[in-house]
C-alpha cells in the first residue's frame, strides 16, 4: 500500500475542519498513537516529514514489556513478516566469563518475549496500520511550529510536501517528533546528556554465542552490545565514549574499531567483524539521554523521545514510548469532548504522572547500568563493574529482578532501588569476606557512596513524589471533565 496516497474522504475530513488530535511526527509514538486513537473513531491528523522507509539504527530491539503493549494497542502483528527475531534474554561478558540471564516470561503468552529487528521495515507496518484506519489521515509534511491563541495550542503551521504553507487545526496536538524536537522548546524544560555515541555495523555470515539472545560485553572503555536483526544479521553497537568520535571518513573509526574494539569481541564473531568493518557501512548516533520537566499547555502534549530520553544501552525507548500510547489512549477513552481546552489541560495532566513507573524505572535502570557498565580506573567503579556481573550471575531472584526491569515488565522503582542497592553491598561484601583490610574498607565505602552518586541524583531527576508516591499528586485523581 503507498500510505502517502491521500483518500479522499479523508481529504473532506480535513477540509471541513473536523479532525479532532493533531499528531506530529510518525515514528514509533506516533504511528502507535495515530492507530489507536482512530480505532477508538477519534478524527486524527498525522504530519510527518518524510514517509519513505528510514534506514536508522536505532529501535531495533523491542523489550518483551515494548510488545505487551503492541498487543494492548493490537499492533503485534507489525513484528510480523519483516524476519524480526525472537529474544529471549541477555549474557553479560566480563573477561571471558559469561553470565546468562533469561527474561522472566512464565506469566506471559508464549509469544510475549523480545523481538529484534530493522526498524525501517517495523515502522513502516506501523504507519501502515494506522492509515488503514480510516479516521486517520496520513500526511507528508514538515511541522515548522505551534499555532498559539491566547496560551492555547490550536494547531500547527506545516510546509506540505509540494511546499505549500499551511495551517492545520485541531482541539489537541501530541507532539512526537522524536529526539531532534522543535516543537519542545515552548512544552518542556528538558535537560540533555551526551554520555557517549553509539556506533552501528552488521555482522552477515556467523551465528551469535548465545543463539537468541542479546549479548553485552562489558569491554574498555565501555560496553558493545550484539543482538539479531534478522535471520542472517546481527546488530552490533560499539558504544564510543564521548560527544566527539573518531572520523569515520578519514577511516580514524575503522581503525579504532579494528585495533581497540575487535581484541576485546567474542572469537565466534571476531571475523565477521573486521569483515563488516571492511566493508564500510558504519554509522554512528549520538547516544542521548533528556529528562524533562514538563511546561503545561493547554491544547498540546508531548511524548516518546521528543519529551524524554534514557540511555540505549539497553533498548528501552520504544517500550517506554508504547506504553505512553497506551496510558494516553486510556486517559482519551473517558473525555468525549476535547473542545473544552482548559478542561481537557486539567485532566491530562495526569498522564505526566501516570507515565512514571514504566518510564522512570526504565530510564533510571539504563542510565544507572551504563555508568556502571563502563570501564574506570577508580577502584570502587572497578569493584561496582565486577558486582554488577557477580550479582547478575548469581541467578534467581537476583538475575530476574533486573531482568524484570529491564524488559519493561516490572514497573516497580522500589525493585529497582532494591537491586541496585543489594548489587552495591553484594560488591562491599565480596571486598570484605572473608578477610577485610583497611583498603577493602576503603574501597567498599567509596563503592556505596559511588552508588549513592549514581542512584539519587536520577531520582531526584524523576521526582520522588511522581515516581514512589504517585497518589499524592493531585493530577494523579483527576476526573475527566463532564461534558
Ligand atoms: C543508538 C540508539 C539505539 C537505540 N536502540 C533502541 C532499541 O534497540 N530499542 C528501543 O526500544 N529503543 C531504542 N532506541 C530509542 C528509540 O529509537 C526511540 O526511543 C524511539 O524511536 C522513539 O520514538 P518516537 O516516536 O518518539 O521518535 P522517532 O521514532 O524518532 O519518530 C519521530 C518522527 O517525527 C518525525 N519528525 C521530526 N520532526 C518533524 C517535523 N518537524 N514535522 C513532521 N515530522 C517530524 C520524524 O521524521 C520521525 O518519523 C535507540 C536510540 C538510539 C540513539
Known amino acids: 500500500m503507498d500510505i502517502s496516497q491521500n483518500k479522499k474522504s479523508q481529504m473532506e ?20 498513537l495515530a492507530y489507536a486513537l482512530g480505532k477508538d473513531g477519534r478524527k486524527v491528523h498525522v504530519i510527518e516529514r518524510d514517509l519513505s522507509e528510514p534506514d536508522r539504527i536505532v529501535g531495533e530491539f523491542l523489550q518483551p514489556g ?4 503492541l498487543l494492548d494497542l493490537g499492533l503485534q502483528d507489525c513484528v510480523d ?18 553470565s546468562k540471564n533469561p527474561f522472566s516470561l512464565d506469566k506471559f503468552h508464549p509469544d510475549v518475549v523480545g523481538r529484534g529487528f530493522h526498524h525501517g521495515p517495523f515502522l513502516q507496518k506501523l504507519r501502515e ?6 479516521n486517520v489521515r496520513l500526511e507528508q509534511g514538515t511541522v515548522s511550529s505551534l499555532f498559539e491563541e491566547q496560551g492555547t495550542i490550536k494547531g500547527v503551521k506545516y510546509k506540505s510536501k509540494s511546499g505549500q504553507e499551511l495551517t492545520a487545526y485541531a482541539p489537541l496536538t501530541i507532539v512526537c517528533d522524536g529526539c531532534h524536537s522543535n516543537m519542545r522548546r ?4 528538558p535537560k540533555v546528556d ?12 556467523c551465528e551469535l554465542p548465545f543463539a537468541e539472545y542479546v549479548q553485552m560485553i562489558l569491554a574498555d572503555p565501555s560496553p558493545i552490545l550484539f543482538y539479531p536483526i534478522s535471520s542472517t544479521e546481527i546488530r552490533c553497537l560499539v558504544d564510543v565514549p564521548g560527544q566527539k568520535v573518531p572520523s ?3 577511516g580514524e573509526m575503522a581503525n579504532y574499531l579494528k585495533t581497540i574494539v575487535a581484541p576485546q569481541v567474542h572469537p565466534e564473531l571476531y571475523h565477521a567483524f573486521l569483515a563488516s568493518i571492511r566493508k564500510g557501512n558504519i554509522k554512528s548516533v549520538p547516544n542521548r539521554s533528556m529528562s524533562c520537566a514538563p511546561c503545561p499547555t493547554a491544547g498540546a502534549l508531548l511524548i516518546g523521545d521528543a519529551f524524554n530520553m534514557r540511555n540505549a544501552l539497553t533498548g528501552g525507548g520504544m517500550t517506554v514510548a508504547l506504553s505512553e500510547v497506551v496510558v494516553l489512549r486510556n486517559l482519551l477513552r473517558s473525555l468525549h469532548n476535547l473542545n473544552n481546552a482548559s478542561a481537557t489541560h486539567k485532566y491530562l495532566e495526569s498522564f505526566y504522572t501516570l507515565r512514571k513507573p514504566l518510564a522512570s524505572t526504565i530510564n533510571i535502570l539504563s542510565n544507572a547500568l551504563y555508568k556502571v557498565c563502563c570501564a574506570s580506573s577508580d577502584p570502587a567503579r572497578k569493584e561496582m563493574r565486577r558486582a554488577l556481573f557477580d550479582y547478575m550471575s548469581l541467578g534467581g531472584i537476583c538475575s530476574s529482578g533486573v531482568m524484570s526491569i529491564l524488559a519493561g515488565l516490572n514497573p516497580c522503582p522500589w525493585s529497582l532501588v532494591f537491586h541496585f542497592f543489594a548489587l552495591a553491598i553484594y560488591g562491599v561484601m565480596c571486598l570484605l569476606l572473608p578477610f577485610p583490610s583497611l583498603k577493602r574498607l576503603w574501597i567498599g565505602s567509596r563503592l556505596m557512596l559511588v552508588a ?3 542512584l539519587f541524583p536520577m531520582i531526584k531527576d524523576e521526582g520522588v513524589k511522581q515516581m514512589f508516591f504517585p497518589v499524592t499528586v493531585p493530577a494523579y485523581h483527576r476526573p475527566a471533565p463532564v461534558n
Open 81 to 98: 513478516g519483516i524476519d524480526a527475531q525472537q529474544v529471549f534474554g541477555l549474557v553479560l561478558t566480563k573477561d571471558g566469563k559469561n
Open 13 to 32: 475530513m480535513a477540509t471541513a475542519g473536523s479532525t479532532d488530535i493533531i499528531i506530529v511526527g510518525a515514528g514509533v509514538a506516533g504511528s502507535a
Open 452 to 454: 549513592s552518586g549514581i
Open 129 to 134: 496500520k494506522a492509515s488503514s484506519e480510516s
Open 66 to 69: 515494548g510488545y505487551l503493549k
Open 194 to 205: 551526551f554520555p557517549s555515541c553509539f556506533v552501528g555495523l552488521v555482522l552477515e555470515n
Open 186 to 189: 515552548s512544552l518542556c524544560n
Open 248 to 250: 569515520i571518513a578519514t
